[in-house]
């Protein structure tokens, strides 16, 4: 039989792997290592510490101004000025716009007129009045025409005072020429120039303007979290601490107070819609900005905690290995209320004092030996250190 080159190498590459199989095999014979007994498995444990621990309720918020406002004209006519920058912070009260005033005040005037007009005809009135009354007594006027301009006067009072109504109007309709910021806020783009026709019945208006100091956020939160809402309302009556946080949840926004929930359950999701109140002094939120929004609904006094890297997963749920005095592995199921900041609150499955394994879990099976140092590079107990010093 013909062998080939490429027969050859395979037979060589195949002598040399069962030599280096065969060494490998002698030399862990020689230095006394055989399959199934390691030694014990170094881990990193830290001990199960009690403290406070805030409970918060996650949303997503949207924020809105605390008032917001279609800048409209109110009366007719040409825009003399607008005065304002776009995106300015104003004061109520500030000038927002100008309309040519000249008709109304022509209006206005008229009315002062007509009201002069008619006092002095009423003026006039009284004093026939006057002189009727004296000479009634005498049967020089008789009791009807007295009572006529008795009717007289009374018609020219109620003259004066339709003059003066309609002064009163005139100076309102002569106000609106002159249009202000109904509140403090940003402005925001400008919707007509000047020398344009505006009218009470435009649907863009000139401006809007919303208040941002302070501020709003709207959010959701599942309908299980109202028993909780209404106990942390109950004994806060102040309001409940809201923050709002980046939509990657790496900075804090601002924090606030919980000023309103809905009085009904949104049927069709399941949640509850709640509002909350910002100072937003920094101008760190804008309506229309997406955040998400955490609700400190209470404090757990006292409670047990972890880092949260010594919690797994299996089958049948949460578990920890717990470093047990005899320096072996426990395997502990718990549950687990809350994971933040790098912290997972414990309800059950571990005692305060108690050693959790954070770091080498993954090579624990229950009951593994183990050896093992504190969290930090601390030993964590007297029979870790001594573990730790056996092993050198």
């Not at 229950?366 to 601390?378: D, E, F």
């Amino acid at each position: 039989m013909r062998i080939t080159l490429k027969s050859a190498l395979i037979f060589l590459f195949a002598a040399l792997v069962v030599s280096g199989c065969k060494h490998k095999s002698e030399h862990d014979s020689a230095h006394g290592h055989k399959d199934g007994e390691d030694g014990p498995v170094p881990v990193t444990v830290t001990e199960v510490k009690r403290q406070d621990v805030p409970i918060y309720l996650d949303g997503l918020g949207t924020v809105q101004a605390f008032n917001a406002a279609t800048v409209r004209a109110q009366i007719s006519g040409r825009l003399l000025a607008v005065p304002f920058k776009e995106g300015d912070e104003v004061r109520a009260g500030d000038l927002i716009a100008r309309v040519d005033p000249r008709t109304y005040q022509a209006t206005l005037d008229q009315a002062l007129a007509k009201k002069a007009q008619d006092q002095a005809q009423l003026a006039g009135a009284r004093l026939d009045l006057k002189r009727y009354l004296d000479l009634v007594p005498d049967g020089y006027v008789s009791q009807q025409q007295a009572d006529q301009q008795q009717a007289l006067v009374a018609q020219y009072e109620a003259a004066v005072q339709a003059d003066e109504a309609a002064i009163e109007n005139d100076r309102v309709q002569l106000s609106y020429c002159t249009i202000t910021a109904p509140f403090s806020g940003v402005l925001g783009i400008r919707q007509v120039d000047t020398g344009n026709l505006v009218s009470a019945s435009d649907q863009t208006g000139i401006v809007v303007i919303t208040q941002i100091k302070p501020i709003t956020v709207m959010f959701t939160l599942p309908e299980q979290s109202l028993a909780a809402i209404r106990d942390g309302t109950d004994m806060d009556p102040q309001g409940m601490v809201v923050i709002a946080v980046d939509r990657g949840n790496q900075a804090e926004l601002a924090r606030g107070q919980l000023s309103a929930f809905d009085n009904q359950i949104d049927q069709a999701t399941g949640t509850i819609k709640l509002k909350a109140a910002f100072p937003n002094t920094d101008k760190k939120l804008w309506p229309g900005q997406f955040v998400n929004v955490r609700l400190l609904a209470s404090t757990r006094k006292d409670g047990l905690v972890i880092p949260a890297q010594a919690v797994q997963r299996g089958p049948s749920g949460t578990f920890v290995y717990v470093a047990k005095a005899d320096q072996t592995a426990e395997m502990r199921p718990l549950t687990v209320a809350q994971t933040e900041d790098g912290l997972a609150l414990v309800d059950q499955g571990l005692q305060a004092g108690e050693r959790v394994v954070v770091d080498g879990q993954y090579r624990l099976e229950p009951g593994s030996k183990i050896r093992g140092a504190g969290a930090g590079g601390k030993t964590g107990s007297a029979e870790a250190s001594a573990a730790v010093g056996a092993a050198k």
